[in-house]
């Protein structure tokens, strides 16, 4: 009863106050108060600071599954999930995102995972062990030298062999490259970037595929770290760019603390149905049956929250979201122009990057920082995600102006 009566007041805090309320430890309410402050003005990294999670939250406490240990160990996809798991709810986002990367309801396999990075660990785990249990070889990966460092650390943590491609100055994979680092004696496992890191840069999967062609003798395995466009593209006009039957790709792997704005790392993964099913065989009898993915324990929170943003957020308000974000970012690449400020963007991409202004804008604006003599040395980038507003994007302008 005192606990009922306990969460009870404390969500009616919650509700009734607009205030934060205080923590009772010093340290922790400043730390908290500099972030909601920075929060502001965080243009530089790719999350999403519109959150909608607050109602998850109510209901979380006021429900006491805040006092409920889940872990979703186990296969979401089986027929007889694990009860005491989020793993049903787990399911439904997967289906609810299946037909949006162009897979197909029968023949998709996927889990929530606990971040980008865990999506493209178990898509080249997966697409190594696809590859060599076809072949008998174990493949080669082949990535852009512009694609995020996970990837790379990925390949060194699996022991396998990898191939940087050079790509060009926007951060493109380069075709004519990749066709000469092709080693025709081992399969290919192709990591294609929906995103760069710096320059937003997305890999001309259809001219890759083109190189790839030329090759028939080749088994192929395509995996796409799609953690940032991922999650916008499918609500836009450009959504082909994210379909496994258009692109012809194997896994896929998205954020969903980016664009999504789930509050902490987390992310989804899938693949085809026979990509699962060349896995190596781990029958746990404890749980349920087959554990082919890598983590044994996840998240069971996660699930729920992205299950809840589909039921409250949904397909249309993230279109609406999606389209105001790269009308917002060409909006912002027409103003550095205006003012003479060198700067550069990707077609389909949410990311501007141009000359990097002073140290004091870099630091107010949490500008992620990179280099290039052939843009002039010095760069910084803003990632217009749905917080970086038009009207946030003029005081920013007025700001270099100033300068």
Same mark, same amino acid.
């Given at each position: 009863?005192?606990?009922?009566?306990?969460?009870?007041?404390?969500?009616?805090?919650?509700?009734?106050?607009?205030?934060?309320?205080?923590?009772?430890?010093?340290?922790?309410?400043?730390?908290t108060q500099?972030?909601?402050?920075?929060? !502001?003005?965080?243009?530089?990294?790719?999350?999403?600071?519109?959150?909608?999670?607050?109602?998850?939250?109510?209901?979380?406490?006021?429900?006491?599954?805040?006092?409920?240990?889940?872990?979703?160990?186990?296969?979401?996809?089986?027929?007889?999930?694990?009860?005491?798991?989020?793993?049903?709810?787990?399911?439904?986002?997967?289906?609810?995102?299946?037909?949006?990367?162009?897979?197909?309801?029968?023949?998709?396999?996927?889990?929530?995972?606990?971040?980008?990075? $865990?999506?493209?660990?178990?898509?080249?785990?997966?697409?190594?062990?696809?590859?060599?249990?076809?072949?008998?070889?174990?493949?080669?990966?082949?990535?852009?030298?512009?694609?995020?460092?996970?990837?790379?650390?990925?390949?060194? !943590?699996?022991?396998?062999?990898?191939?940087?491609?050079?790509? $060009?100055?926007?951060?493109?994979?380069?075709?004519?490259?990749?066709?000469?680092?092709? $080693?025709?004696?081992?399969?290919?496992?192709?990591?294609?970037?929906?995103?760069?890191?710096?320059?937003?840069?997305?890999?001309?999967?259809?001219?890759?595929?083109?190189? !790839?062609?030329?090759?028939?003798?080749l088994?192929?395995?395509?995996?796409?770290?799609a953690?940032?466009?991922?999650?916008?593209?499918?609500?836009?006009?450009?959504?082909?760019?994210?379909?496994?039957?258009?692109?012809?790709?194997?896994?896929?792997?998205?954020?969903?603390?980016?664009?999504?704005?789930?509050?902490?790392?987390?992310?989804?993964?899938?693949?085809?149905?026979?990509?699962?099913?060349?896995?190596?065989?781990?029958?746990?009898?404890?749980?349920?049956?087959?554990?082919?993915?890598i983590?044994?324990?996840?998240?069971?929170?996660?699930? !729920?929250?992205?299950?809840?943003?589909?039921?409250?957020?949904?397909?249309?308000?993230?279109?609406?979201?999606?389209?105001?974000?790269?009308?917002?970012?060409?909006?912002?690449?027409?103003?550095?122009?205006?003012?003479?400020?060198?700067?550069?963007?990707?077609?389909?991409?949410?990311?501007?990057?141009?000359?990097?202004?002073?140290?004091?804008i870099?630091?107010?604006?949490?500008?992620?920082?990179?280099?290039?003599?052939?843009?002039?040395?010095?760069?910084?980038?803003?990632?217009?995600?749905?917080?970086?507003?038009k009207?946030?994007?003029?005081?920013?302008i007025?700001?270099?102006?100033?300068?």
């Amino acid at each position: 009863m005192k606990k009922h009566l306990f969460l009870f007041v404390a969500l009616l805090a919650v509700c009734l106050s607009t205030e934060a309320q205080s923590s009772g430890f010093t340290k922790l309410d400043e730390w908290t108060q500099t972030w909601k402050e920075a929060q !502001l003005t965080y243009f530089g990294y790719p999350v999403n600071e519109y959150s909608a999670l607050a109602d998850f939250y109510q209901w979380y406490v006021s429900s006491g599954m805040d006092a409920v240990n889940l872990n979703n160990a186990g296969d979401p996809m089986t027929d007889d999930p694990w009860n005491m798991s989020s793993q049903a709810f787990e399911r439904e986002v997967i289906e609810f995102f299946t037909p949006l990367y162009g897979f197909e309801r029968d023949n998709v396999w996927g889990i929530v995972t606990h971040s980008g990075t $865990d999506g493209n660990n178990h898509g080249i785990y997966f697409g190594a062990k696809y590859l060599f249990n076809k072949t008998g070889k174990m493949p080669i990966v082949y990535v852009s030298d512009e694609a995020h460092y996970s990837n790379m650390r990925i390949c060194d !943590l699996q022991n396998l062999d990898v191939k940087l491609i050079k790509s $060009d100055e926007m951060g493109r994979m380069i075709p004519e490259e990749l066709d000469k680092a092709l $080693d025709h004696t081992r399969p290919v496992l192709m990591v294609y970037a929906m995103g760069s890191t710096f320059r937003g840069a997305i890999d001309d999967m259809d001219a890759l595929n083109a190189v !790839l062609d030329k090759y028939p003798e080749l088994t192929v395995f395509r995996h796409v770290d799609a953690a940032l466009f991922g999650g916008y593209l499918p609500f836009t006009e450009y959504k082909e760019m994210v379909s496994s039957r258009k692109m012809r790709f194997d896994a896929i792997a998205i954020s969903g603390h980016k664009f999504f704005g789930i509050d902490s790392p987390c992310g989804l993964f899938l693949c085809t149905r026979e990509t699962y099913d060349n896995q190596n065989n781990f029958n746990v009898t404890y749980l349920n049956g087959n554990m082919r993915m890598i983590n044994c324990s996840r998240d069971a929170v996660q699930p !729920l929250k992205f299950w809840w943003l589909i039921q409250t957020v949904g397909y249309d308000q993230w279109s609406e979201q999606a389209n105001r974000m790269l009308e917002n970012t060409a909006y912002l690449k027409q103003q550095l122009e205006a003012i003479g400020w060198p700067c550069w963007a990707n077609e389909y991409s949410n990311t501007v990057f141009f000359k990097r202004p002073s140290k004091a804008i870099v630091r107010k604006y949490n500008l992620a920082q990179g280099y290039d003599e052939r843009f002039g040395g010095e760069l910084a980038h803003i990632v217009v995600m749905q917080h970086v507003t038009k009207e946030k994007i003029d005081v920013f302008i007025r700001a270099l102006q100033q300068e």
